[in-house]
């Protein structure tokens, strides 16, 4: 393919994909948020639709050896720094993806969000190279590396690699914790929806 047809492909993509994700409203953070903040859930039952999709599918492909999987280091500063994200996307009221449409749509709050993911990113860039924070090429050995606090990798190819166990079996498990998970949503939903109706059935009765 052409470099022509790849940016047309990628251009066409990418629209398809920002027309679902403006019509959805759909926000990965905005699906956690709603869920623990507002007791609604319809961000996140779609989260955990494409998240079951996603884990299967990954995971397929990695027990086939098919793709290209990129592994990540693992540690507290990992966790730390996805905490911080976190702080930070909530406070924009939505995650980088929505801020993306959000500024297009013109949100100015939104631009400025977009415009400080950048400066943070860029001053990110600086201090990775700079001092090799978390020290990259000496705990990428894939080996866990607690004293420098880095937990190893973390993803199906590398326990299928280590353990000798198809990847698709750990992503079933995981697809079947997060349909749990669904289910229990639903449930929590339909009890909620009943406990309306009763209020509504009692307010009319009074009235009557």
Not at 116 to 123: A, K
């Amino acid at each position: 393919m052409s470099a022509v047809a790849e940016c047309l492909v990628a251009f066409l993509f990418g629209s398809i994909v920002g027309l679902l994700v403006q019509r959805s409203r759909f926000c990965n953070t905005a699906a956690l948020r709603d869920a623990i903040m507002f007791k609604t859930y319809r961000n996140t039952k779609a989260l955990l639709v494409a998240m079951m999709i996603l884990s299967i599918g990954f995971t397929g492909f990695m027990t086939v050896g098919a793709g290209h999987p990129m592994q990540f280091d693992v540690g507290l500063n990992t966790f730390a720094g996805l905490f911080l994200f976190g702080i930070g996307m909530v406070l924009a009221g939505a995650c980088t993806v929505s801020t993306w449409v959000k500024a297009g749509e013109g949100n100015i709050g939104a631009i400025w969000a977009l415009l400080f993911t950048f400066v943070g990113m860029f001053l990110f860039s600086l201090v990775w190279s700079w001092n090799y924070w978390p020290p990259a090429p000496q705990s990428m050995t894939g080996e866990p590396n607690l004293p420098a606090l880095q937990l190893g990798f973390a993803n199906a190819r590398t326990l299928q690699d280590k353990l000798g166990i198809p990847a698709i079996f750990f992503g079933l498990i995981q697809s079947a914790v997060l349909f749990a998970i669904y289910r229990a949503i639903l449930r929590r939903e339909r009890a909620q929806h009943a406990k309306h109706e009763q209020h509504q059935q009692e307010a009319a009765g009074q009235e009557a």
